[in-house]
């Protein structure tokens, strides 16, 4: 990740709003987990892509949130502006849709976050029988290839394979999805042939991505609102560690997400509040569901033998 944020304060958010407003063309309001975050934009293939991949919110209901995303020669490329207090984002000279839906649904943590005890992560969630599985790590770990992977299977449905929301209950932990369709990579399906034809070539991006509804290969009841965590895996990519898979104790687990920014480069607010929080949640997660590192420097088939081997799932069929 390549953009850089810088917190701003309301007196600067409402000067830029100013600004941008008179160039707004599109505003499109988003239901993510409760949260109404609105897009003001110029850009009609923004406007598109984020109607494809969250789920619309009445235009009558205020918004939590906002985000402006124009071009402007007046500030570097890959710019974002945030005012916390008013959760608002500027995001200028974007042009990877990818970064805009993680930003929005980051500026809704933000909102849950601090108003209703309710934190997110920047991972996949699947279920298998009943069983919640986490898989997160940091960027070119191999996340998405190994969620697909497993979906593979007929027995494995998804909450969300990118980022979802959790919310404690006593010893248990619950996953929640919040968006319609997700922004899938072209390579996908040459890695994982099942999932080829979800989208024509012609309608991949120039990153190679494109928002698919994965009901279309998986059917209507794999694509599920919630699930119950029980299992949580760190995948890392380290040619140099000979060590496949190991179970991590939760002090050790606590440590690396602490060391590795909780594996979220999309955190808009990183002070010490912030910081407590999200501590607190790591424990309790971690007291609640068996932590595993796994290393892909293997083929992913070899890898996807390892999560298997983890979660005790025998290949179906």
Same mark, same amino acid.
């Given at each position: 990740?390549?953009?850089?944020?810088?917190?701003?304060?309301?007196?600067?958010?409402?000067?830029?709003?100013?600004?941008?407003?008179?160039?707004?063309?599109?505003?499109?309001?988003?239901?993510?987990?409760?949260?109404?975050?609105?897009?003001?934009?110029?850009?009609?293939?923004?406007?598109?892509?984020?109607?494809?991949?969250?789920?619309?919110?009445?235009?009558?209901?205020?918004?939590?949130?906002?985000?402006?995303?124009?071009?402007?020669?007046?500030?570097?490329?890959?710019?974002?502006?945030?005012?916390?207090?008013?959760?608002?984002?500027?995001?200028?000279?974007?042009?990877?849709?990818?970064?805009?839906?993680? /930003?929005?649904?980051?500026?809704? $943590?933000? +909102?849950?976050? %601090?108003?209703?005890?309710?934190?997110?992560?920047?991972? *996949?969630? &699947?279920?298998?029988?009943?069983?919640?599985?986490?898989?997160?790590?940091?960027?070119?770990?191999?996340?998405?290839?190994?969620?697909?992977?497993?979906?593979?299977?007929?027995?494995?449905?998804?909450?969300?394979?990118?980022?979802?929301?959790?919310?404690?209950?006593?010893?248990?932990?619950?996953?929640?999805?919040?968006?319609?369709?997700?922004?899938?990579?072209?390579?996908?399906?040459? /890695?994982?042939?099942?999932?080829? $034809?979800? +989208?024509?070539? %012609?309608?991949?991006?120039?990153?190679?991505?494109?928002? *698919?509804? &994965?009901?279309?290969?998986?059917?209507?009841?794999?694509?599920?609102?919630?699930?119950?965590?029980?299992?949580?895996?760190?995948?890392?990519?380290?040619?140099?560690?000979?060590?496949?898979?190991?179970?991590?104790?939760?002090?050790?687990?606590?440590?690396?997400?602490?060391?590795?920014?909780?594996?979220?480069?999309?955190?808009?607010?990183?002070?010490?509040?912030?910081?407590?929080?999200?501590?607190?949640?790591?424990?309790?997660?971690?007291?609640?569901?068996?932590?595993?590192?796994?290393?892909?420097?293997?083929?992913?088939?070899?890898?996807?033998?390892?999560?298997?081997?983890?979660?005790?799932?025998?290949?179906?069929?």
């Amino acid at each position: 990740m390549t953009y850089t944020i810088a917190l701003i304060s309301p007196e600067e958010k409402e000067t830029l709003a100013v600004h941008y407003m008179q160039r707004v063309r599109y505003e499109i309001k988003a239901e993510i987990y409760g949260c109404c975050i609105k897009l003001l934009t110029d850009d009609h293939t923004f406007m598109d892509t984020w109607q494809e991949n969250f789920y619309s919110m009445s235009q009558n209901v205020r918004s939590h949130g906002r985000l402006f995303v124009f071009s402007d020669l007046g500030y570097p490329p890959d710019t974002v502006l945030y005012d916390p207090y008013t959760k608002t984002a500027f995001l200028l000279n974007i042009r990877y849709y990818g970064w805009i839906k993680s /930003i929005a649904l980051s500026c809704a $943590g933000d +909102v849950l976050e %601090d108003q209703h005890g309710i934190n997110s992560v920047h991972g *996949a969630c &699947i279920d298998i029988d009943g069983r919640g599985l986490c898989i997160i790590g940091p960027s070119g770990a191999g996340k998405t290839t190994q969620t697909y992977g497993l979906l593979s299977d007929p027995r494995v449905r998804v909450v969300a394979d990118d980022w979802f929301f959790t919310r404690v209950f006593d010893r248990d932990i619950l996953g929640f999805g919040s968006e319609r369709n997700f922004y899938i990579r072209q390579d996908l399906e040459t /890695i994982w042939t099942e999932f080829g $034809g979800m +989208v024509r070539a %012609d309608e991949y991006d120039a990153d190679g991505r494109a928002v *698919a509804d &994965i009901r279309w290969v998986l059917g209507k009841g794999r694509l599920i609102p919630l699930t119950t965590l029980r299992t949580v895996i760190i995948l890392k990519r380290d040619p140099t560690d000979p060590v496949v898979a190991k179970q991590m104790d939760p002090s050790e687990g606590s440590e690396m997400f602490s060391r590795y920014g909780y594996f979220n480069p999309h955190l808009l607010v990183r002070d010490a509040r912030k910081t407590a929080i999200r501590d607190r949640f790591i424990g309790n997660l971690l007291d609640s569901a068996p932590l595993f590192m796994v290393n892909t420097t293997g083929t992913p088939s070899a890898t996807q033998e390892e999560i298997r081997k983890i979660i005790r799932m025998e290949k179906s069929g």
